[in-house]
């Protein structure tokens, strides 16, 4: 069963990874990368350790394969290459995706803030309260940052609300967070400010509209590449085995 391969693995990671030795700038940098992909439970050495163990459950397919067609065995080689590789920076597009959705959710966080701070100047309440309605990655983020100002220094878990999400467009709104909690509240710079980033909604939606013919292309030429690949490894077998019945 494949639950039951899937358990094996796992095991099989978390026997290796305290094996593993990763250099403390590597280490440091998975970490923050798993706590900014919301995998902060995981040690960087088992997050190398499961992609590893899977590379190697791929690429064991490889040596029978060998026997049975060369390319074939090539082919499962580099597919567990590509799954190790994959894995690894697989964390990398997690964050990318999740940045993504923080900041197309922005623009009706700023209004929404922008329409509080009208009645109260009080931050946390306000994220507090507008967390209830946001998408799931920025209420992980809002929960984590509301809790940290409460038993903290406000601006200061505004400020590690910026280094885990690494958005230059959040920065511009807590920036502007940080002023109201040192008392610098301007209603103009706020009002301002959301109709910056409804302007930048409204740009992105007609990006995302332009782009879908070239992503119809893109699918058609890499379905081409498939069909052409597969020509190339029967005719390179086709080849092989009539060179060998000469020689």
């Not at 190398?48 to 397919?61: M, N, P, S």
Request: with cysteine.
């Amino acid at each position: 069963k494949v639950s039951n391969i899937k358990l094996f693995l796992e095991g099989f990671a978390a026997e290796l990874a305290p094996k593993l030795k990763l250099n403390e700038w590597k280490k440091h940098e998975l970490e923050e990368d798993l706590r900014a992909a919301g995998m902060g439970e995981i040690t960087p050495e088992l997050f190398v350790a499961r992609a590893a163990t899977k590379a190697l459950f791929i690429g064991i397919f490889a040596i029978p394969a060998f026997f049975i067609f060369k390319i074939l065995g090539l082919l499962v080689f580099g597919a567990s290459v590509f799954v190790y590789f994959g894995e690894t920076k697989g964390i990398t597009r997690k964050i990318k995706k999740k940045r993504a959705k923080i900041e197309a959710e922005l623009p009706r966080f700023v209004s929404t803030v922008n329409n509080k701070l009208t009645h109260t100047r009080d931050v946390i309440s306000v994220l507090d309260s507008y967390k209830e309605t946001a998408g799931s990655e920025f209420k992980d983020e809002l929960i984590i940052t509301v809790a940290d100002m409460k038993t903290g220094s406000q601006t200061e878990a505004l400020t590690r609300l910026e280094q885990r999400v690494g958005s230059a467009l959040l920065s511009e709104v807590t920036l502007k967070l940080k002023a109201v909690i040192e008392g610098n509240y301007s209603e103009a710079s706020w009002t301002m400010l959301a109709g910056t980033f409804a302007q930048l909604q409204k740009d992105n939606l007609k990006k995302k509209a332009n782009s879908i013919p070239r992503k119809v292309r893109k699918n058609s030429v890499a379905l081409l590449v498939c069909f052409i690949l597969i020509y190339v490894v029967v005719l390179g077998q086709v080849l092989i085995n009539s060179l060998g019945g000469i020689f």
